[in-house]
């Protein structure tokens, strides 16, 4: 009797430089600690059966990050959760987890928005403010973004969708951003910078919300799935 | 770890080396009652994961309530710049504090070419290189490991160093210092101390004599201290404590794995082999035991691959069961069996077969050299029929990829012999032609090292090819190799040269290998660290040539850097198997044949030790 079950976890300060291979791995040896019963992959190499939403930057933090995991025997959620947190290293934590209905799309095929924390110490939030409004005038913001294949120019303005957040924390300006992620459109960390105008290496970056956006509606792939955003 | 490095970690590569937090890292309070010991591995976190030893000693020292031990690596290249730039001392990665700060800094010998990064991480710990130059205050700085077995050329680093297994040896060594620690007793009181402990040499107790420029031997400063220091060995593997957890790296480290140690020591006697000579003599450990082991390991790691090492695994009497057990027990969770060194013979293909049902990548054999007269020179007890029906059985098998490791420059060579490697790898492919069942292509991997003599071998005395040489054999067999179906490689003869003066070094090397830190050569074996050219001025400043250290023939008669140094097999043994070398006659492995006399079980008190063939088998 098999069931997938999808949770939501936490990527924290103790493990944030690893790298999203890293993640898989550590994820890995957690489950083969805690004992998860796991569907296996056929073939040569067997690997547990298990999806993630989009790889995070090295550097970064999350606490909204989703990996679908396939069992072969039916288990509570609750009870799953409890298990696999005795045994995640430290930073890695499940906050909420629930049994998948048959047919539901993949993450990677749903989500297409991200909801970025971005805490900059060295940032005047008038400033910020300024930038975010004189971005809100043009539609485009065009650069050169470096693949595997070569550059190619990207219009970044139509990625941002909104800033939702620009305050005052203590001694840093707190700016959240809503921007698209996945295949369809990507924004990458260092481009938000670009964007707002502060160096992605001395932010601290963390990721709060992963959502299937439909038109200005923003749904989160577990829980309550009524609309939790709206632009 | 050291919060100083936060703000460094977006800049370097690999920032994970550095952050700590791994499941099973131990993170014990700093009390003034504990001992407390950086086990300092002299190369990046990448490499010195995999060193079974320090976990092995990580695992006893924590495990004791009055002491505590914690990893220390050394950063690469891009951190240590910024380290130094912003004046952060290296830290251990636990607690985050100085190395400094430690009562105890143990360094691992693994080879000669990390000599220079312990000197670079004591520079960046900011603990004074020379143990003249240390103070109360200053922690211990001990080694251990392979190369203590010539330690000479760090003679004028080390407070004290460790000869033989570790296990037993760090007890007591705790025990002094801990003493020691709340007595204050002065340091070179302390070193006294250490001094009676048996397996443990204090170099600054000692006075080399040189006459003309030829090492004369050592001079005991006190009447109290043995002229030998012989190494600690235990009689019984299984009354040693092994670890029921390790540390689990988040980031690539090498073999990153469940690793038990199925036997220790090996009795083949290659004569050019050092870890044949001083892991003397052989000890299995019980299946059940390991049984034990690996279940635990499995568990608190998570692992998906468990390791059976050992000098030889296939050596092991009851491999068989003990493969077939263990992958019966886990084949049902993803996780794998290996075993790292499999000598060449056909019950090893049996093995790997048994152990890669699935996956066939490759398979690895070591002949060591081209023809049956030099393998019997080498004592490397093949023949070219076990060769034959190795090979072939492998590509019936399935396998289409044979790795085969030679070595040049080895004693007694002739064009002969280099023709014979060539011959051998085309013979291994037209086999590959002839039995394989499998749909690829067969390959040959010829892997080539140069011959590097090392001290406490038979071959000790025999000076190593020059470098030109060596070139000249490499493009010798360059041109005989060139082949589609066959791909080869060499070690390069810059880092064997180096490799072997200083595995036959003398203290006058300490200047040297200063000069070379000063110099900016660190990572020497890292492909593309080394600095060749400054290792020769740094020789030439020290007025020392290496030539004379890495290719001269030395007198079976005169007297060695490492004699004092003894991991019990007698001298007189080996120059025995070194007059038997040069009239190619083999000496059989005393475990199925006739003692050799080779002295450790006199000496030492010891036995080989087997386990009985189980019913299972």
């Given at each position: 009797m098999t069931s997938t079950i999808r949770f939501q976890f936490t990527k924290g300060q103790e493990v944030r430089f690893l790298s999203h291979l890293d993640l898989v791995r550590a994820m890995e040896r957690a489950i083969r600690r805690a004992g998860l019963p796991m569907a296996y992959s056929e073939g040569f190499s067997p690997r547990p059966i298990m999806s993630y939403s989009f790889a995070l930057p090295v550097g970064v933090m999350s606490e909204a990050e989703y990996a679908d995991f396939r069992l072969v025997e039916d288990w509570d959620p609750a009870y799953f959760m409890e298990q696999f947190n005795k045994h995640l290293p430290p930073g890695l934590r499940v906050l909420h987890a629930e049994r998948l209905p048959e047919g539901t799309p993949a993450l990677m095929s749903e989500i297409n928005a991200a909801l970025w924390r971005i805490r900059l110490p060295q940032a005047e939030q008038v400033a910020v403010e300024k930038r975010w409004q004189e971005l809100q005038a043009v539609d485009s913001f065009v650069v050169e973004r470096q693949t595997k294949q070569g550059s190619r120019s990207v219009n970044l303005r139509p990625l941002l969708f909104g800033v939702p957040r620009i305050a005052r924390e203590g001694e840093a300006v707190e700016v959240h951003c809503l921007a698209a992620v996945g295949n369809q459109g990507n924004l990458r960390v260092e481009e938000l910078g670009l964007l707002l105008g502060f160096d992605s290496a001395q932010a601290l970056i963390t990721r709060i919300g992963q959502f299937k956006k439909v038109g200005s509606a923003y749904y989160p792939p577990l829980g309550n799935r009524g609309c939790t955003w709206t632009e | 770890m050291d919060k100083r490095l936060v703000p460094l970690l977006p800049l370097v590569t690999k920032p994970a080396r550095y952050t700590n937090s791994e499941v099973n890292a131990q993170h014990k309070e700093w009390t003034e009652d504990r001992v407390t010991m950086a086990l300092a591995f002299p190369d990046i976190y990448d490499v010195g994961m995999a060193h079974l030893g320090f976990k092995i000693l990580y695992a006893l020292i924590n495990s004791r309530p009055d002491a505590l031990a914690e990893r220390v690596y050394a950063p690469w290249v891009d951190m240590q710049q910024l380290m130094i730039e912003r004046g952060i001392p290296l830290t251990a990665l636990e607690s985050g504090r100085d190395v400094a700060d430690f009562d105890l800094v143990g360094f691992t010998l693994q080879h000669e070419l990390s000599y220079t990064n312990i000197l670079k991480m004591l520079d960046l710990a900011g603990i004074p290189r020379r143990t003249q130059d240390r103070r109360e205050g200053d922690p211990l700085v001990l080694a251990g490991g392979p190369c203590a077995f010539n330690v000479e050329p760090l003679a004028d680093f080390f407070d004290f160093v460790v000869l033989g297994e570790g296990e037993e040896v760090i007890q007591e060594i705790l025990d002094v210092v801990k003493a020691a620690k709340q007595s204050r007793t002065p340091r070179q009181e302390t070193l006294r101390e250490l001094a009676r402990l048996k397996g443990v040499y204090v170099p600054s107790f000692y006075r080399p004599v040189y006459d003309s420029g030829r090492f004369q031997g050592l001079e005991p400063l006190y009447p109290d201290l043995p002229a030998r220091i012989e190494k600690r060995v235990a009689?019984?593997?299984?009354s040693l404590p092994f670890p029921e957890e390790f540390v689990v790296p988040y980031t690539e480290v090498i073999h990153d794995r469940v690793m038990v140690e199925i036997l220790r020591g090996c009795t083949r006697g290659c004569r050019f082999c050092q870890a044949g000579m001083i892991y003397r003599p052989v000890r299995e450990r019980d299946p059940e035991q390991l049984k034990e082991q690996v279940a635990k390991l499995v568990s608190s790691t998570g692992y998906d691959e468990i390791s059976l090492s050992s000098l030889s695994s296939g050596d092991y009497t009851q491999i068989r069961s003990l493969v077939k057990d263990l992958i019966a027990a886990y084949r049902g969770c993803g996780v794998t069996v290996s075993l790292p060194s499999l000598r060449l013979d056909s019950f090893a293909v049996e093995l790997a077969d048994e152990i890669q049902k699935a996956r066939k990548t490759g398979l690895t054999f070591a002949p060591e050299a081209g023809t049956q007269r030099l393998r019997d020179v080498i004592n490397k007890n093949v023949t070219d029929q076990d060769l034959k029906e190795v090979v072939q059985a492998a590509f019936q098998a399935g396998w289409h990829r044979i790795k085969l490791y030679f070595m040049i420059g080895l004693p007694t060579e002739t064009e002969a012999d280099l023709d014979g490697i060539a011959e051998l790898a085309h013979k291994v492919l037209a086999w590959g032609r002839e039995f394989r069942t499998s749909r690829k292509r067969p390959e040959v991997t010829v892997s080539m090292a140069s011959f590097v003599p090392k001290p406490h071998t038979p071959f000790q005395w025999r000076g190593q090819d020059s470098l030109e040489t060596l070139r000249a054999k490499q493009e010798y067999l360059r041109e005989r190799l060139r082949h589609p179906g066959i791909q080869f490689s060499f070690h390069e003869v810059e880092h064997s040269f180096l490799e072997a003066a200083f595995a036959r070094g003398?203290?006058?090397?300490g200047a040297v290998l200063e000069r070379a830190v000063d110099l900016g050569c660190q990572f020497d074996s890292w492909g593309d660290e080394l600095r060749f050219d400054r290792w020769l001025q740094a020789f030439r400043e020290a007025g020392l040539d290496p030539v004379d250290y890495a290719q001269r023939s030395l007198d079976p008669e005169e007297a060695l850097p490492w004699d004092h140094l003894s991991p019990g097999v007698d001298k007189k043994f080996l120059v025995r198997e070194w007059e038997l070398a040069q009239q190619a006659i083999p000496t059989p492995d005393c475990r199925w044949d006739r003692c050799t006399l080779c002295g450790v079980c006199f000496n030492l008190q010891v036995a080989n030790r087997l386990t009985e063939v189980g019913s299972g088998d």
């Open positions: - | 009689r019984d593997l299984g003398d203290r006058r090397l």
